[in-house]
């Protein structure tokens, strides 16, 4: 499937490694030249109704809470999770659906409850259970069975019969043997010890989903002697609380595993997804039903008997007969998709790459909406997948209303007219070490006004190369309600996902290059609309185009801006000379994380030869930065870019630092042996304790990133710069920024705007979003501490359950992370002085000539001369 973090980290890589080319301008945009919002423009006011869960996260191990739609008048929202357990549960006499909660809470479009479901309780009550009791008793006639297993014996007696399997009875061909059922006699003996419960209630519940004006809960229980799940569909009336039940089709459990992953409304099928295992293949089958029933039960495997299919990503309607089913296979490429006619079952895998233009879009959260199509909430607006012209088609702008769009991008579609539309759903904006933390779903309406309230304001215009993170929504928002003159809309062709071709995600050279090439082309459009005076009036998340830090591109806003409050040697480290053209809103911080007791008091970061002998001694020689040399080479550039630019700046590479860096690379940095295993943790992790390992990485990271890489190991660990020719502090990389255009005729209005960027309000935002540390000490502050508080939280309810040895398994320790690791953090952060400046043209020419001199083909003054030139050149064209 594709990797969401890598898609991620690479979004936020970009905006840190963008590049320019050659530009011509003209002259600054006058005075009034924006535009003026009419009466008459299109214009949706907006009712937010916040759905308010009432559930206690103290009294959960775990809990978690999803919207499942609209089921009938009223919003059906989901509450699955675990009670806290007593730390001397004793399982030999207790259920475990005791601890089980399973609740679905309607509420009204006003945001008010009306009803509450006890999901656990319509089924017992609905008489599944005395069904499946009957079912046993018919099924083995001449086993006594006690009336329920509890969930550890069910394990032990499978391992003992896998076992058994393994050393067959001499005697099983016998004639004579009794058709009677057994067990064994120990395990029989073991049943005998045990005080059973009074009923087989211990069954699973699985997906909850609603199928037109009905909730239907998939459960299944274990037959105990075949080893196979008995699977019942209860469907419960949400208006009268009413219940039904039907067995449905037993999956052989010794050949089959079977996971009921919801189902799929298309028009007007509803498409049951089942992930089987067949031995060393796993696949699909999609039960596909309309109001009359099944239609058709397509088993993919039989379909693709060549590939494993290991999820499906989604499944769009095409036509009123065909579905195309987007899916991640261990196929070449992995991403695949086929067509699938519902009525006769026949499937067309796209060998053409007809559909490989969907690669590129964020269609996971994509919904069928009836009379509308494959609808997609982004941050830009409700659109349709328009498989005519195979792209995303725009029903409706957010520019027409007033809402924070990373919110929406979360939210589903429920209701569509012209004059009201109406979304609902649960928004995740923030970085949680929580694991059960209640997030309220919410509905939010929006309704067509007869005249625009914001007529008479003069238009922003604001555009980013990422995405519009949940912060920089929620500061457009307030400034827009707030300001009186003002109001910003975005622009979004500066995307960078709209200037990538379709690519495949599983190759990391093809993503490297094709990220590389849109950085190229995009900076070429926007230094010329830039000069033209056309771009926009307000710019994010172009921090590393270094080539636009001049007067003729980006407003120096050096005596605007007050450091106090603030991180200053950031602000400072972000300067051009003495000029601020990009203000960091966040960053990231890029080093090794080490004990404190394995280095200098006082020590700050290595320089090359201290990173030899650390590696040697501390490290048992296994380098924790072991990489391909040309990307451990550019990433240690990066970090001392200062040193390979004149004062009248022009490239130098034939100096000290540059030749150490090289010829240390050449002689230290040995690729990591290729493994199948995935044993790497998030964020560089090496699987292996700190103690182990010597050093972590840590690539633009976080406090809670950092937290949750070190756990307890943050009360006596520091980071520290990359191997340098001077030993330097860890690398700053800034993931947010925001500049000012030279060009705009309204720059008193645009700073306003800064301001509200770098109020505390917002950049806690910024801070919860745990992407980078905000620029605010404040806010840094005070998201660090609640970041403590639930990590701590976490690991204690961990230790409630699992036993030491377990929780060492999971890298998981009950050891509380201190407070005074927010200031240590915090000293580490004021002794970084440098800001990570990669131009991906430059990158790209330093990847194609340092392989010679790292693999002896050239010497190193041979490839300084030739870098040296190229780079030189190329930036004298493009100034």
């Known amino acids: 499937m594709v990797n969401l973090k890598k898609v991620a980290a690479c979004a936020m890589a970009f905006t840190m490694a963008m590049s320019a080319v050659y530009a011509s301008g003209c002259a600054k945009k ?25 559930y206690d996260p103290a009294d959960y191990d775990y809990i978690y809470s999803k919207t499942l739609g609209k089921v009938g008048d009223y919003y059906a929202v989901e509450t699955t999770g675990n009670l806290v357990m007593p730390s001397d549960i004793n399982w030999a006499d207790t259920n475990y659906m005791d601890y089980y909660v399973d609740y679905i809470d309607l509420f009204d479009e006003s945001g008010n409850q009306v009803d509450q479901i006890d999901v656990v309780d319509a089924v017992k009550n609905s008489g ?67 005080d059973m419960p009074d009923s087989y209630s211990n069954f699973n519940a699985g997906s909850v989903d609603i199928v037109g004006d009905h909730i239907a809960v998939d459960v299944f229980f274990m037959d105990y002697v075949s080893f196979s799940d008995i699977h019942y569909l209860v ?6 609380g009413a219940t039904s039940f039907e067995q449905r089709e037993s999956n052989d459990a010794s050949s089959t595993i079977g996971s009921n992953e919801g189902i799929v409304t298309v ?30 039960s397509v088993d993919l495997s039989t379909k693709l008997p060549d590939e494993n299919i290991f999820a499906i990503q989604g499944i769009f309607g095409i036509d ?15 991403q695949s998709y086929l067509t699938l006619d519902i009525r006769s079952g026949d499937a067309v895998k796209d060998e053409n790459g007809d559909y490989s233009w969907l690669n590129n879009l964020n269609v996971f959260n994509s919904s069928y909406f009836s009379g509308i199509g494959n609808v997609v909430l982004n941050d830009e607006g409700i659109q349709v997948l328009d498989f005519d012209n195979n792209e995303l088609s725009e029903i409706f702008s957010f520019d027409n209303c007033n809402v924070n769009r990373n919110d929406v991008s979360y939210l589903k579609l429920m209701s569509y007219t012209e004059d009201e539309i109406v979304l609902a759903g649960i928004s995740y904006s923030g970085y949680s070490l929580s694991t059960n933390e209640i997030v309220n779903p919410q509905i939010i309406v929006f309704t067509k006004a007869d005249s625009n309230p914001n007529a008479g304001k003069t238009v922003l215009t604001a555009a980013t190369v990422g995405y519009i993170d949940y912060a920089m929504s929620e500061a457009v928002c307030r400034f827009n309600e707030t300001n009186a003159d003002y109001f910003i809309k975005f622009e979004n062709k500066y995307k960078v996902e709209k200037h990538v071709d379709e690519l495949d995600y599983n190759d990391s050279e093809e993503y490297r290059k094709a990220y590389d090439e849109a950085a190229i082309e995009l900076s070429n459009q926007l230094t010329v609309d830039l000069m033209a005076g056309e771009g926009p009036d307000i710019i994010f998340d172009t921090s590393s185009l270094s080539q636009l830090n001049n007067d003729d591109y980006l407003l120096d806003i050096s005596d605007r801006i007050s450091t106090d409050g603030l991180f200053a040697n950031v602000l400072d480290a972000a300067k051009t000379g003495e000029k601020l053209y990009q203000i960091p809103l966040t960053f990231g911080v890029t080093g090794l994380a080490v004990l404190n007791e394995n280095v200098d008091a006082g020590q700050t ?51 000290e ?39 972590e990485r840590f690539d633009y990271g976080s406090f809670p990133m950092y937290i949750e890489l070190m756990g307890k190991h943050a009360n006596d660990t520091t980071i520290l710069g990359l191997p340098s020719v001077d030993g330097r502090g860890p690398m700053l990389s800034v993931s947010s920024s925001v500049a000012i255009s030279a060009q705009t005729a309204e720059a008193d209005a645009c700073w306003a705007f800064v301001e509200t960027l770098l109020s505390f309000e917002i950049q806690e935002y910024y801070a919860q979003s745990g992407m980078g540390c905000p620029i605010c ?28 040895a377990e929780m060492a398994m999971f890298g998981f320790d009950a050891t509380p992370v201190e407070a005074s690791v927010i200031d240590s953090y915090e000293s580490m952060i004021n002794s970084c002085s440098a800001v990570s400046t990669t131009d991906a043209a430059i990158t790209a020419i330093i990847r194609e000539e340092m392989p010679a001199y790292f693999s002896g083909q050239k010497t190193l003054d041979d490839v300084i001369s030739v870098m040296e030139d190229r780079i030189q050149t190329f930036l004298d064209e493009r100034d």
């Open 320 to 334: 009123d007969n065909t579905l195309l089913i987007m899916y991640y296979s261990s196929a070449a490429g992995g």
């Open 267 to 296: 028009g007007d099928y509803q498409v049951e997804k089942i992930w089987r295992s067949y031995g060393d293949v796993s696949s699909y089958v999609l039960n596909i039903s309309d109001s009359t029933g099944l239609v058709n």
């Open 657 to 695: 630092a540059f030749r150490a860096l090289a010829e240390f690379t050449n002689e230290n940095i040995i690729p990591p042996i290729e493994s199948d295993e995935d044993d790497v943790l998030y964020m560089g992790g090496t699987g292996t304790t700190i103690e182990e390992s010597g050093a």
């Open 235 to 240: 469907t419960i009336d949400p208006a009268t």
């Open 128 to 194: 599944i259970v005395e069904d499946y009791q009957a079912y046993m008793e018919e099924a083995h006639p001449n086993l006594a069975l006690p009336e329920e297993l509890p969930e550890e014996l069910d394990e032990e007696i499978v391992e003992e019969d896998e076992a058994d399997a393994e050393t067959p009875d001499e005697d099983a061909d016998a004639e004579d043997v009794s058709d009677e059922e057994i067990l064994d006699e120990e395990d029989l003996s073991d049943l005998e010890d045990i």
């Open 777 to 804: 000490i404040e806010a840094y502050e005070t998201s660090a501490q609640e970041f403590i508080d639930d990590y701590n939280e976490s690991m204690a309810k961990y230790s409630n359950y699992l036993t030491e």
């Open 30 to 54: 006058p005075k009034g030249s924006n535009e003026v919002i009419s009466a008459d423009s299109v214009w949706y006011n907006m009712e937010k109704h916040e759905l308010i869960l009432d």
């Open 605 to 655: 970061g290595f320089t090359f030869e201290q990173y030899a002998d650390f590696v040697s001694t501390v490290c048992n020689g296994t380098d924790p930065l072991a990489m391909d040399q040309t990307e451990f080479f550019i990433m240690c550039m990066e970090a001392m870019a200062d040193k390979f630019v004149t004062e009248d700046g022009r490239i130098d590479y034939d100096n």
